[in-house]
């Protein structure tokens, strides 16, 4: 049998070693650590209707009227605007169904994390004034059915429209209904990007609890206090969830390993997007695409493509929250900067995920937390009761080592105390007046 020809190594860009060791790189001292915030809302009519790319005060006038009116500059697809971004690293980006995502700077404090969603809030509460428009905060947008929400004109969207129903029955509902919180955090090396990685992979079902806010679909009660966590569970269980192996043995050759095996959905080269057909990227660094090898550009999209309920870049992602209002979304951002970014609250958040990881399984919890929010019961207390634990754990952290941003955490701490996921709140609005102009009303931003 003939060989396949051999590629010689000098051709290829990227090794897995090269790629490991990118990893160890992104680690920086204490006295460096920042936090970022990405904050999505989606934008309806005042009846909850989706609202289309290119109609009137649609989803393009929107990224056009903030890039003139607050100094954005406008990234295009094509002729197409589909991003804004500043010198700062800051950005607004479409998510599939016209959500609006800010992806904040680095800051150093949270105050400044807070004055630039702030910012962003006027600018948006600016361009509905007068318009046929919200923006709302909720996990799922609340009556619009799914398929009646357009798709905004971006590439590896298109191709994601396919590959991802293939393997999720829910992927869609994903894709266009869907918005979250999520909040970025440093680390110093390996084994404490490992700490934080395994603290907050334990603790996503209870995150999923306390920041539950999509229980109504069509106008309709979901049955779960989190639909867009269960939702995720419906996605893509090759690239959603948490790896077990990594949960509780994290390193950065075994991230690095599960992201050279997760199928690729798309490559890209130059302006043109191309559907990868579930190719690894392993194997694109080992065989070529039509004699093409992966560079660092590459890798950078290919980690964009994987969703896991806490993932790592240049920085730790902390995921699986819904979208809440302002003060709760900076309120999640305090309490996991309570948690990582003091080490003595670290190691009592760890000792907690021990503690409650002995009860049932982490899909068991998962399932739970969707279904019944900060109400349901994990080995015979209420997850409000857990909750109260995290949050005097976080609460200590804050004071010990970020005490200027302590206020922050009241509103959730308060609602820890109600025991009241955001859910039944909107759920109580429901009952009181269904219209769908009330829903509206009642999560508008």
């Given at each position: 049998?003939s060989k396949?020809?051999?590629?010689?190594v000098?051709?290829?860009?990227l090794?897995?070693?090269?790629?490991?060791?990118?990893f160890?790189g992104y680690g920086c001292?204490?006295?460096?650590?920042l936090v970022?915030?990405?904050f999505e809302?989606?934008?309806?009519r005042?009846?909850g209707?989706?609202?289309a790319?290119?109609?009137?005060?649609?989803?393009r006038?929107i990224?056009?009227?903030l890039?003139?009116?607050d100094?954005?500059?406008i990234v295009?697809?094509?002729?197409?605007?589909?991003?804004?971004?500043?010198?700062?690293?800051?950005?607004?980006?479409?998510?599939p169904?016209?959500q609006v995502e800010?992806?904040g700077?680095?800051?150093?404090s949270?105050?400044?994390?807070?004055?630039?969603?702030?910012r962003?809030?006027?600018?948006?509460?600016?361009?509905t004034?007068?318009?046929d428009?919200?923006?709302?905060?909720a996990?799922l947008?609340?009556?619009?059915?799914?398929?009646?929400?357009?798709?905004?004109p971006k590439?590896?969207?298109?191709?994601?429209?396919?590959?991802?129903p293939?393997v999720g029955?829910?992927?869609?509902?994903?894709?266009?209904?869907?918005?979250?919180?999520q909040?970025?955090?440093?680390?110093?090396?390996?084994?404490?990007?490992?700490?934080?990685?395994?603290?907050?992979?334990g603790?996503?079902p209870?995150?999923?609890?306390?920041?539950?806010?999509?229980?109504?679909?069509?106008n309709?009660?979901?049955?779960?206090?989190?639909?867009?966590?269960?939702?995720w569970?419906?996605?893509?269980?090759?690239?959603?969830?948490f790896?077990?192996g990594l949960r509780?043995?994290?390193?950065?050759?075994?991230?690095?390993?599960?992201l050279?095996?997760?199928?690729?959905?798309f490559?890209?080269h130059?302006?043109?997007?191309?559907?990868?057909?579930?190719?690894?990227?392993?194997?694109?660094?080992e065989q070529?695409?039509e004699?093409?090898f992966?560079?660092?550009d590459d890798?950078?999209l290919?980690?964009?493509?994987?969703?896991?309920e806490?993932?790592?870049?240049?920085t730790i992602?902390?995921?699986?929250?819904d979208?809440?209002?302002?003060?709760l979304a900076?309120a999640?951002?305090a309490m996991?900067?309570?948690?990582?970014?003091?080490r003595?609250?670290?190691?009592?958040?760890?000792?907690?995920?021990?503690e409650?990881?002995t009860?049932?399984t982490?899909?068991e919890?998962?399932?739970?937390?969707?279904?019944e929010?900060?109400a349901g019961?994990?080995g015979?207390r209420?997850?409000a009761?857990?909750?109260?634990d995290?949050?005097d754990i976080a609460?200590?952290?804050?004071?010990?080592c970020?005490?200027?941003?302590?206020?922050?955490?009241?509103?959730?701490?308060?609602?820890?105390d109600?025991?009241?996921?955001?859910?039944?709140d909107l759920?109580?609005?429901?009952?009181?007046?269904?219209?769908p102009e009330?829903v509206i009303?009642?999560?508008?931003?």
């Open positions: 049998m396949m020809p051999t590629t010689p000098s051709m290829r860009s090794t897995r070693d090269l790629l490991i060791e990118t160890h001292p204490r006295s460096k650590w970022g915030g990405e809302r989606a934008a309806v005042p009846d209707a989706p609202v790319y290119d109609e009137p005060d649609g989803i006038w990224l056009e009227s890039a003139e009116q100094g954005w500059d295009r697809e094509g002729e197409l605007p589909i991003a804004l971004k500043k010198a700062d690293g800051a950005s607004i980006t479409l998510e169904g016209g800010l992806s700077a680095p800051h150093r949270l105050s400044e994390l807070d004055a630039e969603m702030q962003n809030r006027r600018a948006l509460k600016a361009l004034r007068g318009k428009l919200v923006f709302i905060a996990g947008t609340p009556i619009a059915a799914i398929d009646d929400i357009h798709w905004m590439g590896r969207y298109e191709i994601m429209r396919e590959y991802l293939q029955p829910l992927a869609h509902y994903m894709m266009k209904g869907t918005c979250s919180v909040c970025n955090f440093d680390f110093a090396d390996e084994a404490d990007a490992a700490a934080k990685m395994r603290l907050l992979a603790l996503s209870l995150t999923t609890a306390l920041f539950a806010n999509s229980p109504l679909y069509r309709e009660p979901t049955g779960f206090m989190s639909y867009r966590g269960h939702i569970t419906k996605t893509d269980p090759a690239r959603t969830g790896p077990p509780a043995d994290f390193s950065f050759e075994r991230w690095v390993d599960y050279l095996d997760v199928p690729m959905m490559t890209k130059g302006a043109s997007w191309r559907p990868a057909h579930g190719m690894s990227f392993r194997t694109w660094m070529g695409i004699g093409r992966p560079d660092m890798w950078k290919h980690e964009t493509s994987v969703f896991p806490v993932r790592i870049k240049r992602e902390v995921r699986g929250a979208c809440v209002d302002h003060e900076l999640f951002c996991f900067a309570g948690l990582l970014y003091c003595r609250a670290l190691d009592e958040g760890l000792a907690f995920v021990e409650i990881e009860q049932g982490h899909l919890r998962f399932e739970l937390a969707a279904r929010g900060l019961n994990i015979g209420p997850l009761d857990w909750a109260s995290l949050g609460e200590r952290g804050l004071r010990n970020l005490p200027g941003d302590m206020p922050m955490l009241t509103p959730l701490l308060q609602r820890i109600d025991g009241r996921s955001p859910a039944q759920l109580d609005a429901w009952r009181a007046d269904p219209s009330a009303r009642a999560v508008a931003y």
